[in-house]
């Protein structure tokens, strides 16, 4: 199940890992302010559950914004003791709407898409009169016990890289497992521009360790993403 643009990032990721993608079109801010989006997707998942397709083979992707909500989501399942995803995959996820993590402002300036005034701006129009450090909207103030996998990609310039560390640090402070992997000057949501990134990214393809086997579709997703880094 794939969290973002409806129709292109679910091609792509269908093409990359020959699995059936269902990519959700959940409500938008600041027309459905959050946690509008957070309820559709809940919603989704309850729908592909219910049609016979078991929760442990379905792995939750998202990227930026989608990252927040894949992560939600597993969150959200945990605390209503219903079944979990099989993982979560999250690409340069926003995970704090209140925007305190350190590269917000360490990485201004070398993020190729957004600067830090921009985080601030988008929360509002997300979140209205909500509160940005509630674990319902932001990930990263949630408890990470009892998480199923997680698989982090994230930039080392881009303004989220501490959003992602932070998410990876609390889950293994945890006990859970978490797999972060930071590219170095990655942009932003790369995953979804293969084949189309500059060539000399190709650096960024090495030969990861994969997932536990009942992860096998994250698995499956890093292979991918790897040998398209490395034909490109």
């Known amino acids: 199940m794939f969290i973002g643009h409806a129709s292109a990032d679910r091609r792509c990721l269908a093409r990359l890992t020959r699995r059936a993608v269902l990519s959700i079109d959940y409500r938008l ?3 459905a302010r959050l946690p509008a989006a957070h309820d559709d997707v809940a919603a989704a998942f309850d729908w592909l559950c219910s049609s016979g397709m078991p929760s442990s083979r379905i792995a939750v992707v998202g990227d930026s914004a989608g990252g927040n909500l894949a992560l939600s989501l597993a ?7 219903r079944s979990a995803p099989a993982c ?3 690409f340069s996820p926003w995970t704090d709407l209140a925007g305190r993590s350190a590269s917000v402002r360490t990485n201004d300036g070398r993020c190729a898409m957004f600067r830090t005034e921009n985080v601030g701006e988008f929360a509002a129009a997300a979140l209205g009169d909500g509160g940005a450090e509630s ?3 932001s990930p990263v103030y949630a408890e990470f016990h009892d998480l199923p996998p997680v698989l982090l990609h994230v930039g080392s310039t881009e303004l989220l890289l501490d959003d992602a560390r932070r998410v990876h640090d609390g889950i293994c402070r945890s006990g859970g497992e978490s797999q972060l992997r930071v590219y170095d000057d990655g942009p932003h949501c790369w995953q979804m521009l293969v084949p189309f990134v500059p060539r000399q990214l190709r650096r960024c393809a090495k030969p990861r360790r994969s997932l536990r086997p009942r992860c096998k579709l994250a698995s499956r997703a890093q292979r991918c993403l790897t040998r398209s880094w490395t034909t490109l």
Request: glycine letters at 6%.
């Open 88 to 90: 979560v995959l999250a």
């Open 135 to 137: 674990a319902a909207v």
């Open 29 to 31: 801010a600041p027309e």
């Open 75 to 81: 969150i959200r399942r945990r605390g209503e003791a």
